[in-house]
């Protein structure tokens, strides 16, 4: 009788055990966009038609590329120092420099106010939410509202657009443990697509 009531007691602390757990927990946005110095990321330029996906130069291997070169301190906060690049000969020779950094679930970035010559950070994409869910980002003075498209454990997109106004939606798709896989133009059917990568 002692050895039932053991029995017993063992299983409901097993089940009790087990409702407590969070088999849910959220990915990290540093698991979504590794920021460290020296990734490196290769994109090509395409655009749809209908289904099917259509590189603008099929002889090169890659035309833009982007790499982690360092970190800046932004008002009391590392940011990792995102530099993209033009590498196709075609195309401008295009340079720029983005501020980001991750925190917990979220990914956020900075840029220098033309006005006040001072440092804004903002929020990009929040990597906590699930499918369906919408928040609210201000970017190049403008507010953007964004929904999470698609979500499973390694991929979530995430859906950019101003409301009532026109050709400026876009989309990103970010997958676990590799970064920004893809942006795409919703209304221009062109973006970036993720060909190569190298993480520390």
């Not at 195309?91 to 001072?118: E, G, I």
């Not at 201000?138 to 499973?152: G, H, I, L, N, P």
Request: hydrophobic share 35%; charged share 25%.
């Amino acid at each position: 009788m002692l050895i039932k009531y053991i029995i017993c007691f063992m299983v409901l602390l097993f089940l009790f055990n087990s409702c407590n757990e969070n088999p849910t927990q959220p990915v990290s946005a540093e698991q979504f966009y590794p920021l460290k110095v020296g990734n490196k990321w290769y994109y090509k330029y395409y655009h749809t038609n209908g289904d099917t996906i259509k590189y603008d130069y099929s002889d090169s291997e890659y035309e833009l590329y982007r790499e982690v070169i360092g970190v800046k301190k932004i008002n009391g906060k590392n940011y990792s120092i995102m530099e993209s690049k033009n590498s196709n000969p075609l195309l401008v020779n295009h340079s720029d420099t983005t501020y980001l950094r991750t925190d917990r679930y979220k990914l956020y970035f900075a840029y220098k106010d033309a006005t006040t010559n001072q440092y804004i950070e903002r929020m990009f994409a929040d990597f906590s939410l699930e499918k369906a869910d919408t928040f609210h980002i201000v970017k190049d003075a403008y507010e953007w509202v964004v929904t999470v498209k698609e979500k499973t454990t390694n991929i979530i997109k995430f859906h950019y657009e101003i409301p009532n106004a026109a050709d400026e939606e876009y989309e990103e798709t970010y997958v676990k443990n590799v970064g920004l896989k893809s942006s795409y133009s919703t209304d221009w059917h062109m973006g970036i697509m993720l060909v190569n990568y190298e993480l520390k």
